[in-house]
């Protein structure tokens, strides 16, 4: 016989749209949902049926962390030299709880060290370990003296079209769902800094063309202009970061709004600029290095990108010292602060569009019938304070149904 769950006298955020209905109800079934909407409107349910008064609490769907980073251990992002894979493995397992304990119940990987997020993904999919749901990525794909060419158990060097598609079918053989792909590089790095292409565009298409037919996805870290556009050219997915965007590239993303989703990952440079100190770095070196200017560019691409219509995931390259793994939601608070957003604008940025990159099948992100019932109970209004979504203690996580502990 199948559960029913009724959660009632919700402020219900759907994330259909921006709006919330007072004295809602969710039905869910197992672990699907059959009703979102005023209790009003409620059909007629089991007799069976199990209610939950939530007393007025914010009731909305578990949000999507697409820039995911399980395997960083919140090392200084100038930290040198391997973390033993065992290591490694155990810093993950204790990152996927915290992630889903911060209301994250999905999670898109941007690389991973070794093969640790398969493993990962695995044990949360049997129930082994707890986590969100998990699509798994590789080592980071590079090329020599692109901005990932350096030894430990995250990169992944190769060149030309032929040697790319070999990398890529040995990651289809270690069962990856996401390859990531490093198309520019950092502001730091002095070998491939942004706008300086790791890749020509023959290298990147037979990268995407690869991974397609095979049914893996594409994330391509994406700085400048000129790499976003080889990005959108080739069918990459996930575009992170995409600070310095002129028209054309504004353009060419929104041509392709359906099929491509940006997530700006604002946190490191907005944490390197207030943090840098703590890391022995003067503020005029980091004034030097322009990553004042990228924060600035990054805000005027946003606004553009909003009024384009192109689909704006959170994810902030989380698990470094200044950006540490359980601050997620921190990319909330810079979505409405340095973005303009309006707070139901950036949940919807971490619901829907997020679900909808995990899952184009749309069964992730908004409380609909047949939805998976991964939601969240917040003792607080973030529509009122973005910020009540940085404090776990105030959420209850609920999980294809169940209540997470």
Known sequence: MPTNTLYTNAKLFTAGDENVTENGTVWVQDDTVVFAGNAAALPSTPQASRQID?????????????HAHLSFADASPFAIGATSVEDATITAVGNAQLMLKAGFTSAISFGSTYKIDVALRDAINSGRLSGPRLLAAGRDLGATASNIDSPGGLSQIADGPWALRKAVREQRRDRVNVVKIFLDGEAINAVNPPGELSFCDEEVVAVVEE???????????????AAVKQAVKAGVDFIGHANYLDQEAVDALAAKKDQIVVGPAIAWEVQYVAQCESLGISKATVRAQGYETEIAETVKTVEKLRAAGVRLVVGGDYG????PHGTYAKDLEYFVDLFSMRPAEALICA???????MDPQGRLGTLTNGALADMLIVDGNPLEDITVMQQAEKLQVI???RLIL
């Open 399 to 401: 999980k294809g149904g």
């Open 320 to 323: 470094i010292s200044i950006a």
């Open 211 to 225: 991974a397609h037919r095979r049914g893996m996805r594409v994330a391509c870290h994406a700085r400048s202009a």
């Open 54 to 66: 939530l007393q007025g609490k914010f009731l909305m769907p578990g949000m999507t962390e697409t």
């Open 351 to 357: 619901t829907r569009n997020g679900g909808q990159a």
